[in-house]
């Protein structure tokens, strides 16, 4: 027999009592658990899903509503910004690649992004990493299609505004307006002869839609699930790619043909600047800017140039970024958001509540350690006898201090593992809401460094709070403990 | 030489007024190895507190404990510990079972502090159950203390005091809390025991059915 075994017997000879005082030291575990183990994988999955955008480019307004909706498919667009914007920063000799977005649906759920074909064969999600298709191919896209489609869109737009009824792209500030600016008709006449509106799927899009190669689908105005949305029935897309899986929001995203994004009839080019204001407005304001821009300053507010909801760049080095970042942010059409900073900023905002999320649940494992101790003090009584018995058998003061701590650390160690398998459970039943609210699975049952660390540090607070009692049991007199009349 | 010597032994208690209270005064006693003495003396004579410095769990407050020729207030209070450990196997009145362990593990338990003996444990399980059989209970090995009638748990204990063949048995009042046919018994057993395995053994009692199965009866307040 070892002293493990004793200690062992010991503890299960207080069976309620070990189990309750495990639980309250489980129940810490668990907290500390499931609440660094969210904030690690969703640090590391923001930090993987902006990876790849050195900046990101749109509408005025907030830059991490914009970084959001670009990088993590999360948020509305905070507006709309020229095309000719798009054209401008193509020909900047700072910029490897810049590609443009549309948004302003979804299919159950699922953001769709009108893109064109450059972001899916070209543009890196991670650095290093390119789009690959698990099945079937890219979208097709022409430039040409996409002028002329942006053109109509803004002739809707116009005829929309002269009607009284407005509904801009990008699913934008406000919720829009339904408005069907032409019958089913029109949409046959406008569309005899061209080929299908194709559609590329995120490998996880893919996998929860149930999508397959050939399907079609629906999208619904608006970019969150709504059943009662309007539904874009007359353009249906067809799927005719899936991405292998790249660990970023693209994997929950449906991407488009940009150029099919503005052939739906509900879309249209409103006609008002970028900044919001009315076209009039834009120019009354900006009468300074317009004697000197002249012809620039008219093809941007010009609906028919087209409008984009934004850019992503990705950039030949931080200078090119820093650089970039200034001058777009100077524009008034436009502004330029850094991923990793905007988003070094969430963090640090939420990285408090962590902070003190994380306190709260050291609190409860010392109060947990404290109850331990407790309880093995009011048990003392009950084990004089014990430990005078033992005493008598040879055991040394020492022995029976060490028998009385590792109870202690007995029970700490189970509420311990309890408080891991716990903790992870918690996270399994806390995943699809943490997927709805963010775009990203927490894996549940992988396990990180650091709970080994949380788990020793559980154990010597059992081992601390088994100190008290361990110290009684020390200075046991033998004989009062074999014989009390003694 | 002896096995047990004993001389000049005063165990006296302060009282709170800071005068001394003899509760314990022997002069001179001798045990020779593989001995059977039984002491006798009347409740609150300090047979306990006898008991309790020959096994060193309670240092005098004058004179000299020796067993098998190790002076024991010359040792550490672990030293002591250890000798009683290895040297010194109890019974006392009250069983003293741990509840939270079986017969088999009770027993076993008086081997666990006895230091490092190099005693595989399976040898050490072999001993214990080969006395469990002797003392009548190779049924309830595995049975808990509170399973047990208080005969059954007194024989567990003579069990327990046996594993590490101690030198020196000591009994305080062994059949103390028993009926006259467990009484029997278990002295029976005791004597029987301790004679075989060749361990001396000093039994206190005031029970003269006790006192009868002696050879050699001392009063506590002639030695």
Redesign the interface.
């Known amino acids: 027999m070892t002293l493990a075994r004793i200690i062992i017997n010991n503890a299960k000879q207080r069976m309620l009592s070990t189990v309750l005082t495990s639980l309250s030291v489980a129940v810490g575990v668990a907290l500390i658990i499931a609440i660094l183990t969210i904030k690690l994988v969703s640090q590391e999955r923001l930090r993987v899903g902006y990876s790849g955008f050195d900046l990101v480019v749109g509408a005025k307004g907030s830059p991490l509503q914009l970084v959001l909706n670009v990088v993590y498919n999360l948020d509305a667009s905070p507006g709309n910004i020229p095309y000719s914007l798009y054209e401008e920063l193509q020909k900047d000799e700072r910029i490897k690649l810049v590609v443009p977005f549309a948004v302003g649906d979804n299919y159950k759920g699922f953001r769709i992004v009108g893109a064109t074909d450059t972001f899916l064969t070209k543009f890196e999600p991670q650095q290093g990493q390119h789009f690959e298709l698990a099945s079937g191919r890219v979208f097709h896209f022409e430039e040409a299609e996409l002028r002329k489609a942006m053109k109509d869109a803004a002739q809707r737009g116009t005829r929309n505004a002269e009607r009284g009824e407005e509904k801009a792209i990008g699913g934008g500030k406000a919720t829009p307006t339904v408005s069907r600016v032409h019958g089913k008709g029109d949409l046959v006449e406008e569309n005899k002869g061209k080929e299908v509106r194709e559609s590329v799927l995120g490998s996880e899009a893919a996998l929860q839609t149930g999508l397959k190669l050939g399907d079609t689908f629906v999208a619904t105005h608006g970019i969150q699930q709504n059943e009662e949305g309007e539904k874009h029935e007359d353009d249906p897309w067809t799927v005719v790619g899936i991405l292998k899986p790249t660990g970023t929001p693209a994997d929950r995203a449906m991407y488009i043909n940009l150029d099919s994004f503005y052939e739906i009839k509900g879309h249209v080019i409103a006609s008002k600047d970028e900044g919001g204001r009315m076209k009039d407005e834009a120019e009354a304001g900006s009468g300074k800017e317009k004697a000197k821009n002249g012809k620039k300053e008219e093809k941007d507010n010009d609906p028919e140039a087209g409008q984009l909801s934004s850019l992503a760049l990705q950039t030949y080095g931080p200078f090119a970024v820093l650089g970039l970042l200034k001058e777009i942010n100077n524009r008034e059409d436009a502004q330029a958001a850094m991923p990793s900073a905007e988003i070094r900023k969430l963090l640090t905002i939420v990285g408090n509540v962590d902070r003190i999320l994380v306190a709260q649940a050291v609190l409860i494992i010392i109060v947990s350690a404290i109850g331990t101790g407790l309880a093995m003090f009011n048990s003392m009584n009950d084990r004089r006898r014990d430990i005078a018995v033992m005493r008598a058998l040879g055991a040394r003061r020492g022995t029976i201090f060490s028998i009385m701590v590792g109870e202690a650390v007995l029970i700490a160690a189970i509420g311990g593992v309890a408080g891991v398998a716990l903790g992870h459970l918690i996270i399994q039943l806390a995943a699809p809401a943490v997927q709805m609210a963010v775009g990203f699975t927490i894996p549940p049952w992988s396990f990180h460094e650091f709970e080994a660390l949380v788990f020793a540090g559980v154990l010597v607070v059992g081992a601390l709070a088994g100190i008290g009692p361990a110290v009684s049991a020390y200075r046991t007199d033998v004989a009062t403990g074999l014989n009390p009349g003694v | 030489m002896s096995l047990l010597e004993i001389r000049d032994l005063e165990v006296n208690y302060e009282k709170p007024d800071g005068s001394l209270l003899k509760i314990l005064a022997i002069r001179e006693f001798l045990l020779e190895p593989a001995a059977q003495v039984c002491i006798k003396g009347h409740s609150g004579s300090g047979k306990?507190?006898l008991l309790?410095v020959i096994?060193g769990?309670?240092t005098p407050s004058k004179g000299s404990v020796k067993l098998d020729g190790a002076d024991l207030s010359q040792l550490s209070?672990?030293g002591r510990?250890?000798a009683?450990?290895?040297n010194i196997g109890?019974v006392?009145q009250t069983f003293?079972?741990?509840?939270?362990?079986t017969a088999l593990?009770n027993v076993?338990?008086?081997?666990?502090?006895?230091?490092d003996q190099n005693e595989e444990?399976s040898v050490?399980q072999k001993r214990a159950l080969d006395l469990l059989e002797k003392v009548g209970l190779r049924e309830r090995v595995h049975h808990r203390p509170r399973m047990m009638s208080s005969g059954e748990q007194q024989r567990v204990a003579i069990a327990?005091a046996l594993i590490n063949k101690p030198k020196l048995i000591l009994a305080?009042e062994p059949t103390g809390a028993l009926d006259e046919v467990n009484s029997r018994d278990v002295l029976e057993l005791i004597l029987s025991l301790a004679s075989a395995s060749g361990a001396g053994l000093l039994l206190v009692t005031h029970d003269p059915a006790v006192m009868g199965r002696f050879s050699k009866v001392i009063d506590l307040k002639n030695i």
């Not at chain 2, 003293?96 to 362990?101: K, Q, V």
């Not at chain 2, 076993?108 to 230091?115: Q, T």
């Open positions: 306990t507190t309790n096994s769990i309670r209070e672990a510990d250890l009683r450990g290895r109890f006392f003293n079972l741990l509840a939270g362990f593990e076993i338990l008086g081997s666990v502090f006895a230091g444990d050490t327990r305080d």
